[in-house]
Nanobody
Framework: QVQLVESGGGLVQSGGSLRLSCAASGRTFSSYAMGWFRQAPGKEREFVAAISGRGLLTYYTDSAKGRFTISRDNAKNTVYLQMNSLKPEDTAVYYC???????????????????WGQGTQVTVSS
C-alpha cells in the first residue's frame, strides 16, 4: 500500500507559478513511476506529466510542455510539479499517482496507476 499526499495548491494570478509536491509513503519509492493528473469541474481527469522511478524519463501532455516540469527527489520520497506561466484553463484539482509497472507510454493513461492522492486545488485567476 502506498499513500500519497499532495500539497502546494492555491490561488494564483494568470502568468504566475506554483510548485506542487506529492509525498509518498514506503521504502521503495524509487521503484515507482509517478504521474500528475488534473480534473477540472465537469471534465474528465486528464494526464499532465509522468516520471520514471529514477527520474530519467518523462512524459508531458502537449499543454504542459514548456511550462510545467516534473521532477522527483527519491531521498525525500517526493515528486514535484513546477508550474510556470499558469493560465485560467489550468484551474483544476491536481492529483498525483504511483505505479509499480514498467515505465512506458502507458504512463500517460489513467489505468497505468495503482495509487492516487486526494488532490490539491489549483485556481488560476485571469
Amino acid at each position: 500500500q502506498v499513500q500519497l499526499v499532495e500539497s502546494g495548491g492555491g490561488l494564483v494570478q494568470s502568468g504566475g507559478s506554483l510548485r506542487l509536491s506529492c509525498a509518498a509513503s514506503g521504502r521503495t519509492f524509487s521503484s515507482y513511476a509517478m504521474g500528475w493528473f488534473r480534473q477540472a469541474p465537469g471534465k474528465e481527469r486528464e494526464f499532465v506529466a509522468a516520471i520514471s522511478g529514477r527520474g530519467l524519463l518523462t512524459y508531458y501532455t502537449d499543454s504542459a510542455k514548456g511550462r510545467f516540469t516534473i521532477s522527483r527527489d527519491n531521498a525525500k520520497n517526493t515528486v514535484y510539479l513546477q508550474m510556470n506561466s499558469l493560465k485560467p484553463e489550468d484551474t483544476a484539482v491536481y492529483y498525483c499517482a504511483s505505479s509499480g509497472k514498467l515505465f512506458d507510454v502507458r504512463a500517460r493513461s489513467f489505468p497505468f496507476y495503482d495509487y492516487w492522492g486526494q488532490g490539491t486545488q489549483v485556481t488560476v485567476s485571469s
